[in-house]
């Protein structure tokens, strides 16, 4: 990754690569452990994946995952795994969630606006919550200042 003014700089031409070839894309974020999960394959008896799911050890453990909630969908040959850097308001407004939409339809004459909204709304209330658990310094947090002494 590269540095900009503003941090980690995204490569946006990338992420929409990514998108566009890849079977199965894993996103993992800074402030919490979970993955946001985007299974693009066709399949005629399910839709296609989108979801928030926990972390597993690489991709074999994501493939025996990916397989459960898939049955009968073959192995993905092009799985894409990156960690997001910024915030989620910043990840709705990148190319992830337009090109899958857009990819979805087009491949598979879905539309999954509304799973994609919901799954936008998902990850800003967890990132919401997980940062005032690390303000307030609650569970697998510890804080760095105290009010002793004032």
């Not at 070839?21 to 399910?46: A, C, N, Q, W, Y």
């Amino acid at each position: 990754m590269r540095y900009g003014d503003n941090g980690l700089a995204v490569d946006f031409d990338q992420m929409a690569m990514a998108v566009d070839d890849g079977d199965v894309i894993v996103v993992g974020f800074e402030m919490t452990s979970k993955r946001l999960v985007l299974d693009l394959r066709p399949d005629d008896h399910s839709p296609p994946l989108l979801e928030i799911a926990e972390p597993v050890g690489g991709a074999h453990e994501r493939n025996a995952w990916l397989s459960e909630r898939r049955p009968g969908v073959p192995l993905p040959e092009k799985f894409v795994y990156f960690t997001w850097p910024h915030s989620i308001e910043m990840l709705g407004q990148s190319p992830l969630f337009e090109r899958a939409h857009a990819r979805i339809e087009r491949e598979q004459g879905l539309d999954v606006a509304e799973e994609i909204n919901e799954l936008i709304d998902d990850l800003s209330q967890r990132e919401r919550a997980d940062l005032r658990q690390a303000l307030a310094g609650g569970e697998g947090y510890e804080t760095v200042w105290s009010r002793d002494g004032f």
